[in-house]
């Protein structure tokens, strides 16, 4: 199979992070519940990972990382803690159900900061113009699951230093690959899932907290256990309940393979499979590739049309020819009607450290065949 | 043998504690303790012997994190001290 779907989850991931996923299963308990070997060794776990997702995206205590089931778990989170019922969000025109879902159970008002695909100077324009009137958070994402657009989110986040608003990153697509510093820009939260570009298993994902948070869910903690309420700190605020050891386990063998090979090489190399991929699909008269002009604003995510034909019916084509793409909405409907092709969605590439050039050329070969029989 | 216990709010914290005295030569030993102690139900402690007590609150102090109380342990009682 020819797996370009990274977007939805890294499918390849490392060895070391199978590795440690078993090891965790054969010699790790319950965290926080006792002081019997497994449990501390599941309890030191926990802190190496979260001490080095603290060092990797510039959280100033281990105690401000909250370890969750996916980006979207954060995103409610964070969202649900700053934004009142019938309260004001400004957003990117490229959200997230992850995103806008939540604002819609608030009944919260969602303006939308919206600019022209890879515009940054429109875009900072957009949201310079929504902060007039104020807003009880400001969701960005840090980069489009749809387009591969990568936001200028450190302009972002001046802005809303500027105007006192809490700035909430959805870091889904850009970790592991653009650098996240939380104190450099002064964001409330961050959420990133740890399946994608952190390459861990389904089912973990990071909270980065620069603000007060409450809880989706109340549990044991292992601590203050005869208060009723929620503990007053975190990380346990946030985090009822048995943690996913071996998940965690896969998720500090993840971010290890990440700071080695380094995001920026990661990022060259899939920049370099999607322009290849771009160029391919260009020479394709009835394809459109949605690309940015400037390379620094896309990364390894890539969106086209092919004329007259469904993107589910094209990528079904290509399944049948052993190439997973995904095809429709993304789950990402604002994103899809800001750029223009909600009607009809898209049909999305998306890479990882793991694919080839090799690949794409049998992905562009693939798609030639299902289009021109 | 008489020792101090410096209290946490969490398994975190008192990592963090116990992370801080890393290379410093203070051999801190993590301990769960209850409600006797923390006074909130089940906890963590940091127990320090009290030769090594000054040199890890000097450590600590500088690195900023605090714990929840310190306990002074000894023959005769407990007693709480100021870090």
């Known amino acids: 199979m020819i797996y370009l779907d990274s977007a939805a989850t890294t499918f390849r991931k490392p060895q070391s992070v199978r590795a440690a996923v078993l090891r965790a299963m054969q010699t790790m308990s319950s965290p926080g519940r006792g002081g019997y070997a497994s449990a501390r060794a599941a309890e030191e776990l926990l802190f190496r990972t979260r001490s080095l997702a603290a060092e990797t995206f510039g959280v100033s205590s281990p105690e401000q990382v909250v370890f969750t089931t996916s980006a979207t778990h954060g995103l409610n989170i964070a969202i649900k803690s700053l934004v009142p019922s019938g309260g004001r969000a400004i957003v990117s025109p490229w959200e997230h159900n992850a995103v806008t879902r939540p604002l819609h159970a608030l009944h919260a008002e969602m303006a939308v900061a919206a600019a022209p695909l890879f515009d940054d100077d429109a875009c900072v324009r957009a949201f310079q113009k929504a902060l007039r009137r104020g807003a009880d958070a400001v969701i960005c994402t840090d980069a489009s699951n749809v387009f591969g657009y990568a936001l200028p989110i450190e302009e972002i986040a001046g802005l809303c230093r500027r105007a006192g608003i809490p700035l909430i990153v959805d870091a889904s697509q850009s970790a592991g690959v653009l650098p996240l510093d939380m104190t450099a820009l002064g964001a409330a939260f961050a959420a990133m899932p740890g399946h994608k570009g952190l390459y861990g298993p389904q089912g973990t994902g990071l909270l980065l907290c620069g603000a007060a948070a409450n809880p989706l869910m109340e549990g044991g903690t292992g601590s203050a256990s005869l208060a009723q309420d929620m503990p007053d700190f975190l990380p346990d605020r946030l985090e009822a309940g048995t943690h996913n050891v071996p998940g965690i386990a896969g998720l500090e063998a993840g971010l290890r393979f990440v700071r080695e090979k380094t995001p920026e090489r990661i990022l060259r190399h899939e920049r370099r499979l999607i322009r290849r991929a771009a160029e391919g699909l260009s020479r394709m008269s009835d394809v459109t590739p949605y690309t940015a002009a400037e390379e620094r604003r896309q990364l390894g995510v890539l969106s086209f049309t092919v004329d007259g034909e469904s993107p589910e019916d094209v990528a079904e084509a290509l399944a049948k020819r052993g190439v997973a793409v995904r095809a429709g909405l993304h789950c990402a409907p604002l994103a899809h009607r800001s750029g223009g092709t909600a009607e009809t969605g898209t049909v999305r590439v998306s890479v990882s450290a793991f694919e080839t050039e090799a690949e794409i050329d049998g992905f562009l070969r693939a798609l030639r065949a299902a289009l021109h029989p | ?83």
């Open chain 2, 1 to 83: 043998m008489d020792y101090y216990l410096l209290t946490a709010r969490s398994i975190t914290h008192v990592q963090q504690m116990a992370k801080a005295l890393e290379h410093t030569g203070v051999n801190a030993k993590i301990r769960r303790v209850g409600t006797g102690v923390t006074k909130s139900g089940c906890g963590y402690t940091l127990q320090v012997s009290e030769r090594q007590y000054p040199r890890c609150a000097e450590r600590l102090r500088s690195a900023g994190i605090r714990p929840v109380r310190v306990l002074h342990v000894t023959g005769s009682g407990t007693q709480e001290v100021p870090l």
